[in-house]
């Protein structure tokens, strides 16, 4: 054996023995980088993604020559340009690493299409009692509520964006919730009393006679969700998850919106056509049912279908409102009923900019005056980590329920003169 | 008994089935606690490693001068020293 080999051999052995070492500091973390095929969206064995790159090809604009786009970044698969001349003109594209956020959105559509083993909905059942479940993170939560180890981002991404909703919802509410009060956290004082008028209904005070104790829960709690799109086409198992996280609390969910019913066989957003302008009830079990209102919040709340409500046992979410869009017409006019019901309302936004559009338009709002904030801007820990994109502008990359904010109708408290 | 059919429940399925080895979900999951757990233990461990070797130093002082040695005449000490010698030859 010559020395050279020798040598060779020994600097092996001390590879190993330092990778076990890095292992251990948790230097390394065991991620063997596997490289999966990246398709041209024009050449996607997936007819939905071929019809998808036609229609930003169709819709979407060159940011370089505002002509219209003709060319498929080759970093990415996905078209961004006219050509290739605008592509390399394209500098803050390139500056900012653009393409890398692109070529993962590639990537996440691609693997959802794949027809892998999506372990990663195998959900588990009901929660042991001695063991408390950690809201701090995506990964504590999977681990603490014994999900199926989530060992990639795909994995992650996948799992997280259906189940975005209930936990953005349920990490607000939990008794060890993530968010603190002002000055550590993103609550306000405004919004601590809100939530511990949610919490009071979830976790009731112990107490030992029957007689002396006050039922609050003479009817189920209700979470509004108001704009709903996507989040009517989840089923009520992923909901049920939520349901878990609360196990002695009944849950009404209500979807309120025009898309807040997509009917499976037509395969579109539809309307419930059930009489009187009902809603559609769809009971996933005794605790969780799903109430689909295929109408604007406005006309329900006129209608006073909804009526009495309890800030102890309703809350309001808007996932994405989009105020400034077509629908604001709807919006002006539900303000004023959710701002009446003194309910805690909280949003979420794309990214930074678009939460920022949606606080300046309520700022800027007549009614603004007669809303608290209750919780401030903050990144929404429980947001969907899968990259989507923009079809009208395709550099343009966001994650769902990114960013989270509240607001509520002033209370005014009686006061002793 | 071999292995059970079906997807291992609770948090063994964070390893690796065949390896052994820790998962890149359990990494992260570890990941807040690590550095702050890692001098946790630095910090503990100290107190009974400290209190060994500092009975280790006090006992290595102790020449045993306290212990009265019975007193001997010059005559049995030449004696002693005689015998010595010889046994050492």
Not at chain 1, 203 to 209: G, L
Not at chain 1, 302 to 318: C, V
Not at chain 1, 373 to 391: A, P, Q, Y
Request: with cysteine; hydrophobic share 35%; aromatic share 16%.
């Amino acid at each position: 054996m010559s020395l050279r080999s020798i040598q060779n051999n020994q600097t092996v052995v001390f590879k190993r023995n330092l990778s076990f070492l890095w292992k251990f500091l948790a230097l390394d973390d065991g991620k063997q980088k596997m490289e999966r095929k990246l398709y041209n969206w024009d050449e996607s064995p997936y007819e939905s993604i071929r019809t998808r790159s036609a229609l930003i090809k169709a819709k979407a604009l060159c940011p370089i020559t505002s002509k219209s786009i003709n060319y498929i970044c080759p970093y990415s698969g996905i078209p961004t340009h006219h050509s290739k001349e605008a592509w390399e003109q394209d500098t803050e594209y390139h500056k900012l690493k653009k393409y890398e956020q692109l070529k993962k959105v590639n990537l996440y559509e691609h693997d959802l299409r794949s027809g892998r083993k999506f372990t990663e909905f195998a959900f588990p059942g009901k929660q042991d009692k001695n063991f408390t479940i950690n809201l701090g993170n995506w990964d504590s939560f999977f681990y603490t509520r014994d999900f199926p180890p989530m060992n990639d981002e795909f994995n992650l991404a996948a799992a997280t964006k259906v189940l975005t909703y209930p936990l953005t919802i349920a990490s607000l509410f939990y008794k060890f919730s993530p968010y603190e009060i002002e000055p550590k956290g993103p609550i306000t004082l405004e919004g601590a009393k809100s939530l511990a008028a949610l919490r009071y209904s979830l976790y009731p005070p112990y107490v030992k006679s029957s007689e002396s104790s006050i039922t609050f829960k003479d009817r189920p709690m209700r979470i509004f969700i108001i704009g709903a799109s996507i989040e009517s086409m989840i089923p009520g198992y992923v909901w049920k998850q939520f349901g878990y996280l609360f196990p002695n609390t009944n849950f009404e969910i209500h979807f309120i919106g025009p898309e807040a019913y997509f009917d499976k066989e037509s395969k579109t957003f539809q309307s419930t056509n059930t009489p009187f302008g009902k809603p559609l009830i769809i009971r996933f079990d005794e605790q969780i049912t799903l109430h689909h209102h295929t109408k604007f919040f406005n006309e329900i709340y006129d209608m006073g279908d909804l009526f009495p409500f309890d800030p102890y046992l309703d809350s309001f979410f808007l996932f994405h409102p989009g105020f400034k869009t077509a629908d604001q017409i709807h919006w002006n006019k539900s303000l004023k009923g959710l701002l009446e019901s003194k309910c805690p309302i909280y949003m979420t936004g794309y990214h930074e900019d678009d939460i920022n559009k949606e606080i300046e338009w309520l700022k800027n709002h007549e009614l603004s005056n007669e809303m608290d904030v209750i919780m401030n801007k903050t990144d929404n820990l429980f947001g969907c980590t899968k990259l989507e994109l923009v079809d009208s502008n395709p550099t343009e990359t966001y994650n769902i329920n990114n960013k989270i904010f509240g607001f509520r109708g002033k209370r005014y408290h009686a006061i002793k003169t | 008994m071999g292995k059970l059919i079906g997807a291992p429940k609770g948090q063994t399925r964070y390893y690796d089935p065949k390896t052994h080895q820790m998962t890149p979900a359990l990494y992260r999951v570890r990941a807040p606690f690590f550095w702050r757990n890692t001098i946790a233990l630095f910090l503990l461990g100290s107190v009974p490693v400290g209190i060994y070797y500092y009975t280790f130093h006090k006992i290595a002082e102790d020449d045993f001068a306290d212990i009265p040695i019975p007193p001997i005449s010059e005559e049995e000490l030449k004696k002693l020293k005689l015998e010595y010698e010889q046994k050492k030859q």
